[in-house]
């Protein structure tokens, strides 16, 4: 099994790693809100780029990080979000939210 993990690049980057399903989120969750908390950057950019696999867990989980930072006055872009999280955000109606710029 893989590891998952999500770690600070930085103060405004957040790379999420390996594979985001309901084994993972629980402590990805935790961590992703710790690190968004510390951050001092005004924008963060949450990096998908090195994530293996996800299931709806993982848009969960950017959804929950897209909250965390508008919570403490920071702003959001998400990049390289995977095909299979692209699918599902058209799914459920929530791809303009992680709309790459």
Same mark, same amino acid.
């Given at each position: 099994?893989?590891?998952?993990?999500?770690?600070?690049?930085?103060?405004?980057?957040?790379?999420?790693?390996?594979?985001?399903?309901? $084994?993972?989120?629980?402590?990805? $969750?935790?961590?992703?809100?710790?690190?968004?908390?510390?951050?001092?950057?005004?924008?963060?950019?949450?990096?998908?780029?090195?994530?293996?696999?996800?299931?709806?867990?993982?848009?969960?989980?950017?959804?929950?990080?897209?909250r965390d930072a508008q919570?403490?006055?920071?702003?959001?872009?998400? $990049?390289?979000?995977?095909e299979d999280m692209r699918?599902?955000?058209?799914?459920?109606?929530?791809?303009?939210?992680?709309?790459?710029?």
């Open positions: 099994m893989t590891e998952a993990c999500v770690t600070a690049v930085g103060s405004s980057e957040l790379k999420l790693f390996g594979v985001l399903d309901y $084994r993972t989120g629980p402590a990805l $969750r935790k961590q992703g809100a710790e690190l968004i908390k510390a951050s001092d950057s005004p924008a963060l950019v949450l990096d998908c780029s090195a994530v293996q696999k996800s299931s709806s867990v993982g848009l969960a989980l950017l959804l929950a990080f897209m919570a403490a006055g920071k702003s959001v872009s998400v $990049r390289a979000l995977p699918e599902i955000a058209q799914v459920s109606g929530l791809t303009e939210l992680f709309e790459q710029h």
